[in-house]
């Protein structure tokens, strides 16, 4: 089972790629499992010495009183969070997660570095890839 974030591809440029674990309740896990997981709107933020993960829509069937999109913890060593604080504030850039799997019975995060692009770039892939789809065509027929 693996979802992966398509509008990270998109909208940022990625610098540097972390594995995580996240923290879900056993319902959730069963949503994550089915792949009933929303990343398009989501991102990571560092809070005091621990990275959550923040906006991920889990669809989940638990009747009782469930916040979808509520803020999950990452678990990452006290290393890695300092070097990515450090990191996020010379450089201006932002935790993206990008892709959400198991890896045997774990479920696992990659969490992205990224830069965000600038809307003139995002046109100028758009431009390439109908280009290139066009191209294609033409040697098709």
């Known amino acids: 089972m693996k979802i992966i974030n398509k509008?990270?591809?998109?909208?940022?440029?990625?610098?540097?790629n972390i594995e995580a674990g996240i923290v879900l309740a056993g319902h959730e896990v069963r949503a994550v499992?089915?792949?009933?997981?929303?990343?398009?709107?989501?991102?990571?933020k560092i809070m005091?010495?621990?990275?959550?993960?923040?906006?991920?829509?889990?669809?989940s069937a638990f009747l009782g009183d469930y916040n979808p999109t509520q803020a999950r913890k990452l678990l990452l060593?006290?290393?890695?969070?300092?070097?990515?604080?450090t990191k996020m504030q010379?450089?201006?850039?932002t935790l993206v997660p990008t892709k959400m799997y198991t890896k045997n019975r774990?479920?696992?995060?990659?969490?992205?570095?990224?830069?965000?692009?600038?809307?003139?770039?995002?046109?100028e892939i758009k431009k390439r890839k109908d280009i290139d789809r066009d191209t294609e065509?033409?040697?098709k027929n």
Do not use: C, M, P
């Open 7 to 16: 509008k990270a591809k998109f909208n940022y440029q990625w610098i540097e």
């Open 33 to 44: 499992k089915n792949g009933k997981v929303d990343l398009a709107t989501s991102y990571a």
């Open 48 to 59: 005091g010495d621990e990275v959550y993960l923040i906006n991920a829509n889990i669809a």
């Open 77 to 85: 060593h006290r290393d890695q969070i300092t070097s990515l604080r």
């Open 90 to 93: 010379a450089k201006k850039l």
């Open 106 to 123: 774990l479920i696992k995060v990659d969490i992205a570095l990224a830069k965000t692009k600038r809307k003139y770039e995002k046109k």
């Open 137 to 139: 065509r033409e040697l």
